[in-house]
């Protein structure tokens, strides 16, 4: 369909726009408007002919176009795109739905073929069924398991969780193998191969499941000895200065447990809540005494108090011993001293006669405890003149010793 316009100043296009005041025009169809372009040659009549579509020409409103003033150039308009139409619309619907189609039958038949093979796969093959297949096959119980290719099948044990079955896997590690299995195998199991054996056909692994637990105790702390050697004992000999007590200490114990039997255990830390006290001891230990530079070995060193005896009344006497007596003897309390023993004495003093070695020979009823009694001879003054004295006594020793 076509309308003729006779172009003038001001003049309308019979809706299709407003005449630009110019010799020359373009027309552009936009959206059922029609806008006069500067760029169309016009004829000598001033009429411009303008295709319009079928459905004709309205009185549309008056819409000036707005150009950037450098876009006014000859470069023309492209042409907009061909408008989709509804059966264009409807045409690639039904492709779209063809391929979703397609796909969603597809995924369908995958699905339900991998739920059949694994229920095959799993189905329990008894007595009467027929087993074609040429690989090596095992029997567990009722139930016989065929190996692949490059897998194998392993006799898991493990009695501690009850299990004792046939086991498919690829061929790997025992470390590797037990892994992957959904028991909980960790690596502080014990295992009866070594980790990192490579699994064969038919191999029997045994597993035992070690298991940890902590807890807290308490427990006793027992006492020291502390021992304080000493020359004023004989060699040997001890004595208890105060008894020891015992202490308590809290302490976290790790047990270890192999298949549920317990087998050993160690402390992860503790602490003390009662110091021990502990027990004092003083042990005679071996000296030697120097006398006129000689040295002589003793057993044990005494502080006693000393007395002396003599006169007519003891000469020709026997001793305890059975000896009879003489200077150079001396009666002890056996108990401190054992009769028969060679002593040296020395008094405090820087010179006293008496210093000398004396043989224990004797014994008396007011000898008791670090008390001696020294024979000064038949004159009665000399054991009077001797009194009562401090001494230092040293018990020499003997092959005894």
């Known amino acids: 369909m076509e309308h003729t316009a006779n172009l003038a100043d001001g003049d309308q296009l019979d809706g299709l726009g407003r005449a630009l005041r110019s010799p020359t025009y373009s027309i552009c169809y936009v959206k059922r408007r029609y806008t006069v372009r500067k760029d169309t040659v016009l004829d000598a009549g001033g009429e411009l002919a303008v295709d319009t579509p079928q459905f004709g020409i309205g009185p549309y409103p008056e819409k000036r176009e707005r150009r950037h003033p450098l876009r006014e150039s000859a470069h023309p308009r492209l042409p907009l795109p061909t408008p989709i139409t509804a059966e264009k619309k409807r045409e690639r619907t039904k492709l779209c739905s063809a391929i979703f189609g397609a796909l969603y039958f597809v995924f369908a038949m995958w699905l339900l073929f991998s739920v059949i093979t694994g229920i095959e796969s799993n189905a329990d093959i008894g007595v009467s069924d027929n087993v074609t297949a040429e690989m090596p096959i095992y029997m567990s119980e009722n139930r016989v398991l065929a190996e692949y290719e490059g897998s194998t099948y392993v006799h898991l044990l493990c009695p501690a969780l009850g299990i004792d079955t046939l086991v498919s896997s690829p061929i790997t590690t025992v470390d590797n193998f037990l892994t992957s299995q959904s028991y909980g195998f960790d690596s502080d199991d014990i295992v009866s191969c070594d980790r990192s054996t490579v699994i064969t056909e038919g191999m029997e692994i045994t597993v035992s499941v070690v298991e940890y637990r902590d807890s807290f105790e308490d427990a006793v702390v027992p006492y020291g000895t502390e021992n304080v050697y000493t020359t004023e004992l004989r060699s040997g000999a001890s004595v208890v200065d105060s008894e020891g007590e015992n202490g308590t200490e809290r302490r976290l114990v790790r047990s270890k447990y192999i298949d549920g039997e317990f087998s050993e255990s160690s402390v992860l830390r503790y602490e ?20 006129d530079g000689i040295d002589y070995p003793y057993s044990y060193c005494l502080d006693v108090e000393a007395t002396a005896y003599g006169g007519p009344v003891f000469e020709g006497a026997n001793t305890s011993t059975g000896k009879t007596v003489d200077e150079g003897m001396i009666a002890v309390d056996p108990t401190v001293i054992a009769l028969g023993r060679q002593v040296y004495i020395s008094g405090y003093n820087d010179y006293d006669k008496y210093d000398g070695f004396y043989s224990c020979e004797d014994t008396g009823g007011a000898i008791v405890g670090n008390t001696i009694d020294v024979y000064t001879g038949s004159e009665l003054s000399a054991a009077t003149q001797f009194g009562r004295r401090q001494m230092k006594v040293w018990v020499l020793e003997t092959p005894d010793d």
Do not use: S, Y
């Not at 110091?275 to 005679?284: I, Q």
């Open 272 to 291: 003390v809540t009662k110091a021990p006290t502990a027990r004092v001891v003083r042990r005679g230990c071996r000296g030697f005494v120097n006398v």
